[in-house]
């Protein structure tokens, strides 16, 4: 299913609503990154998208408009557009400090219009500041991969010793931030994904191999990133007792049957969904001190699905990022 035709990429008098309404802004977009969640996105993988859709959810761009009622920003600030849109403020999740959990949220690039177009509309009030150490396009990764990968971190606690399953753009960024809190990095790739393994050695990993392989030493806990079921059972054997298995990606294939062995010894499952605000604001601030190092690739928006396809069959490392001219 092609949900979008990037060679007619969104232009300002096309927009189904001239300008930004009250609290939005309209920001024209410098770079979008390419995330697996994308994919999953245009394949139909996910249930109820906005159709027709921009896909996109990883955006730096400049206010060019801001709507009545704006206070945060104004035309030419520089800001980054996350997945979470909007939430309801509203809700037992709102009101507990799970915005990312709210029941009315709606989402960049999947219920709302994302970023792989000229210009889209935001709310404010989900849009962060960026530092300005980094250009446009070593941001975007950040939006989407650094911010949901840190959830994920977070949720590991204070495991020492941290298996990460994918080695993909989430990866290569918590990696970095793990390596900066001291933390030992062992990377599970693909089987035989030589160049993967090298790129998870050269950013500080103390170990890198194939993800059915067994891991050299227990590990206190393990993030998956790769949309693959069959890994639970494989870092469920690969955790100690009290270790925590975080599935940090939005969508996983079916996760095969296991012996209650491997769950014994109060191991832990659980999945990462969507990010706070407060997430955000945490990462932004954090990575300049690691200092986080994007490793990206550039490509024209009109090479969206081009990008989509290199990410579907593993043909990337690192993040791409669509640059908006
Ligand atoms: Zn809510
Ligand atoms: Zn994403």
Redesign the pocket.
């Known amino acids: 299913m092609v949900l979008f035709e990037p060679h007619r990429p969104l232009r300002l008098t096309e927009l189904p609503t001239p300008g930004p309404g009250t609290g939005q802004v309209l920001v024209r977009v410098a770079a979008c990154?390419v995330?697996?969640?994308?994919l999953h996105v245009v394949d139909g993988e996910l249930p109820n998208p906005k159709l027709p859709l921009v896909p996109g959810?990883?955006i730096v761009g400049r206010i060019a408009e801001a709507g009545a009622g704006v206070e945060r920003f104004k035309p030419g600030d520089r800001v980054g557009i996350p997945?979470l849109g909007w939430t309801c403020g509203e809700c037992n999740f709102c009101r507990s400090q799970r915005e990312n959990l709210c029941d009315g949220a709606r989402f960049t690039?999947y219920t709302l219009d994302g970023g792989y177009a000229e210009y889209t509309l935001a709310d404010e009030r989900f849009c962060f500041s960026i530092p300005d150490r980094y250009s446009d396009a070593e941001t975007a990764p950040l939006?989407?991969?650094g911010l949901?990968g840190y959830r994920s971190l977070v949720k590991a606690g204070n495991a020492q010793r941290l298996g990460i399953y994918g080695f993909g753009a989430?990866a290569h960024i918590v990696a970095q931030v793990a390596r900066f809190q001291g933390r030992q990095v062992f990377a599970f790739t693909r089987p035989g994904d030589t160049a993967a393994q090298k790129f998870a050695l050269s950013l500080g990993a103390a170990w890198a191999g194939d993800s059915n392989a067994p891991s050299p030493s227990p590990l206190d806990a393990a993030i998956i990133f790769a949309p693959a079921g069959e890994l639970v059972p494989q870092a469920l054997r690969a955790v100690g007792k009290g270790g925590t298995v975080v599935c940090g990606g939005?969508h996983m294939s079916d996760i095969p049957s296991f012996p209650y062995s491997i769950l014994w010894g109060e191991r832990t499952v659980c999945s990462v969904a969507n990010l706070t605000r407060r997430d955000g604001e945490e990462f932004l601030a954090l990575a300049p001190r690691v200092p986080v190092r994007t490793e990206i690739q550039k490509l024209p928006l009109s090479a969206a699905n081009e990008a989509l396809q290199k990410l579907r069959t593993g043909k990337l490392q690192g993040a791409a990022v669509l640059m908006v001219d």
């Open positions: 990154a995330c697996r969640t994308d959810h990883e997945w690039g939006l989407c991969a949901i989430a939005i």
